[in-house]
């Protein structure tokens, strides 16, 4: 993938892209040094702020931190010396999200600070960044070397390849323990990951930069976020708090919210919108779930004038296909089945009777995996069909009305 | 077959071991094709399970039976313990230390089956393949050990069996074929291309 | 943890990494399960407007108290030991 450098946010200084990226003096210049308070002051401030996992899927960090402190007194009491683990997660498998990237190269320090507070706001003795091997992981393996004697909990590298599914957060787990980066069954749904029978605290590099800034007592920043289209490749931007995608589209580049169609929102495992839905909605959970959507991890994929909204879905739904970690049976035979359905259906074959078969096809995957990974393409799917009833209707009569050959 | 001249307790431990070979190559038999997930014509799979489980149990009681007259009548030199502790009998050591290992691994076999949810899939599994050494065992322990071990009749009902296992698994091994055929058609076509990025 | 649900009600939850869709829970349980194309385990019924009953991945699949007992069987009979069955809400915190 091919990103381009962060454009500049339309107002105020860039808390999370700042250019050029600071090293250590500089960044405690500009910010401070990083308050390490007790463990319950860190989770106040969390749970004060409200801060929400940027991953994509905005649950709350706090939430996660108790369940996790809960989680490890417990695996404590059993054996002790079981202390958990903290994971910076960097590893960015969503082709169409660059933010994570950017953010880390832009501010290493910032996420590193956040990982600190994190390891303390659990009691854990151990952290590591997870990421894929490339300048992001570069840039948090120098800034962790530079700023190693000052850190109280030591830090870890685990560079893993490029993957879809390597950020869920049991491959994160299952990578430290020294696996494959690869989703793995939990004890029960929402329970924390587990390495070596002791709790993983996994977030985001986004989320820990947040962290690192709140409990500065900084303001918010605003969304971040990765806007692409069929003619602009992926661009991580810093917005404005409050942001709407109509700010998101324009901040990448200044016509593309008038000749966008539709926005396929919070990337390959989210949901299609018209543009008349989206474009003036609030890049929150907020503001976006009225129409049924989530920013997830920031990803905005804009459907431009002359693009097929349904061969579009087709290509994303077979890349995530292709990206199944094979381990799950209705993942593995769902997926390629509901992307040749797809296929079907963007080439205008298939009928009503494919059409049925392609919803048939999309109940089949929800639910059923160690992982989300088939409930995000069946989303997509089902918003698609959802989204562009007209651009269904022109497919099964065999043609396309957006793409004239 | 003189049946007459010999006591009823040896004709006893003689047939149970005919009935056994039989047995136990259903159960094998059976135990293949559900590790296939074979359904065999309208019979669902959790009865061909359970088929496989109590004719594993009826084996059990007849090995019981079965030794237990070898050992009760006397007719020849084997101790209650040489049924247990292979190569340890006066008579036949050997022909009779392959039945007492197959004894001790169909009691291996049987006790994890019954623990399985303890013990996990993995620790079971690799138990259960010991099924595999338990067949041969018992059949060669029938060729040399018994009576009727070389008779015409008793070989025929060797190969019969021998037969009917190699069938189960040649079908397993095509089902497999198939699976694996259908898991490579699914594979995914490298590299990867991103969607709705420039081309 | 769950107040939302009462005490008494059992869960279904399958670990996919492990099911292989051989379908013997489906032959035990026909009134909760029924199997995919594949063999995988469906919740029994029909869905919206015809399409498979979504399962539901967060609390499991609920199984009726007349249905539990042969819920355990299909538990303890799954050929990879792939079902689960949690009896009460109470235990999971």
Redesign the interface.
């Known amino acids: 993938m091919t990103l381009l450098p962060p454009a500049p946010a339309p107002t105020g200084a860039l808390l999370l892209l700042p250019t050029p990226a600071p090293r250590l003096a500089d960044h405690v210049a500009r910010l401070g040094p990083v308050p390490l308070p007790a463990a319950d002051a860190v989770l106040d401030v969390v749970r004060a702020g409200g801060l929400r996992g940027r991953g994509g899927a905005w649950r709350s960090t706090a939430a996660k931190m108790d369940a996790v402190r809960a989680r490890a007194a417990r695996a404590r009491a059993a054996r002790p010396g079981r202390a958990p683990l903290v994971a910076a997660n960097a590893a960015e498998g969503e082709p169409a999200s660059g933010k994570d990237a950017a953010l880390a190269t832009a501010s290493p320090h910032l996420v590193l600070d956040g990982l600190q507070l994190a390891a303390r706001a659990v009691g854990a003795e151990h952290a590591v960044v997870h990421g894929h091997p490339g300048p992001a992981l570069d840039a948090l393996a120098a800034a962790a070397a530079e700023r190693a004697p000052h850190d109280p909990v030591p830090v870890r590298l685990v560079a893993v390849p490029r993957a879809y599914v390597a950020g869920q957060e049991t491959a994160v787990a299952r990578a430290a323990e020294g696996g494959p980066a690869l989703p793995r069954p939990r004890p029960r749904d929402g329970a924390p990951a587990e390495v070596a029978g002791a709790p993983a605290l996994v977030l985001n590099v986004e989320t820990l930069a947040r962290l690192a800034l709140t409990v500065r007592g900084l303001p918010a920043p605003g969304p971040l976020v990765t806007v692409s289209a069929p003619d602009l490749p992926p661009r991580a931007l810093e917005l404005r708090p409050g942001a709407r995608v109509r700010d998101a589209l324009a901040a990448a580049d200044a016509d593309l919210p008038g000749r966008t169609r539709a926005v396929l929102v919070g990337g390959y495992a989210g949901t299609w919108l018209t543009a008349d839905a989206a474009l003036d909605r609030e890049l929150s959970p907020e503001g976006l779930a009225p129409v049924g959507a989530s920013p997830g991890a920031g990803v905005l994929l804009a459907a431009t004038t002359g693009t097929c909204v349904l061969a579009t879905t087709a290509a994303v739904v077979r890349y995530l296909a292709d990206s199944s970690a094979r381990q799950c049976g209705p993942c593995w035979r769902g997926l390629p089945h509901l992307a040749g359905l797809v296929e079907e259906l963007a080439a205008g074959r298939g009928g009503p009777e494919g059409l049925a078969r392609l919803r048939e096809a999309v109940g089949l995957v929800v639910g059923r995996g160690a992982c989300a990974h088939p409930d995000g393409a069946a989303s997509t799917v089902a918003s698609a069909l959802a989204a562009v009833p007209d651009d269904v209707a022109a497919h099964l009569a065999g043609r396309c009305a957006e793409v004239r050959p | 077959m003189d049946l007459i001249a010999a006591s009823p307790l040896w004709v006893l431990a003689r047939a149970t071991g005919v009935v056994l070979l039989v047995l136990l190559t259903l159960v094998l038999s059976l135990g293949v094709a ?2 296939a ?1 074979l359904r065999l014509a309208r019979v ?3 009865a061909v ?2 088929l496989h489980r109590d004719a594993a149990l009826l084996a059990l009681a007849l090995l019981v039976v079965h030794v237990g007259t070898v050992v009760a009548d006397g007719y020849v030199d084997v101790g209650p313990l040489a049924a247990l502790v292979p190569f340890t009998s006066g008579y036949a050591p050997v022909w009779v230390g392959l039945g007492a290992l197959a004894l001790d691994l169909l009691l291996a076999l049987v006790v994890t089956s019954l623990l ?2 303890r013990l ?2 993995r620790a079971w599994r690799a138990v259960h393949l010991l099924a595999y050494a338990t067949w041969p065992l018992a059949v060669v322990h029938g060729l040399g050990a018994g009576t009727d071990g070389t008779s015409p009749w008793l070989l025929g009902l060797d190969a019969a069996c021998a037969a009917l296992l190699l069938a189960a698994l040649g079908v397993r091994t095509a089902t497999r074929a198939a699976r694996r055929a ?2 490579d058609a ?5 590299p ?8 | 943890m769950s107040g939302r649900r009462p005490a008494a009600d059992a869960r279904l939850t399958v670990d996919w990494t492990a099911c292989e869709g051989r379908g013997v829970c489906a032959e035990l349980l026909p009134e909760v399960l029924t199997t995919d194309p594949w063999g995988y385990p469906l919740p029994a019924g029909p869905g919206p407007d015809g399409t498979p009953r979504p399962w539901p991945r967060r609390d499991g699949l609920p199984v009726a108290p007349a249905s539990v007992a042969d819920a355990r069987r299909a538990v303890r009979m799954c050929p990879r030991l792939a079902l689960r069955l949690e009896e009460d809400a109470r235990r999971r915190a």
């Open positions: 559900t590790s997930g669902p799979r959790f399970q359970l399985r949810a996990g899939q259908e898991a699914t594979a995914p076509r490298r990867l291309t991103p969607a709705g990025a420039p081309r």
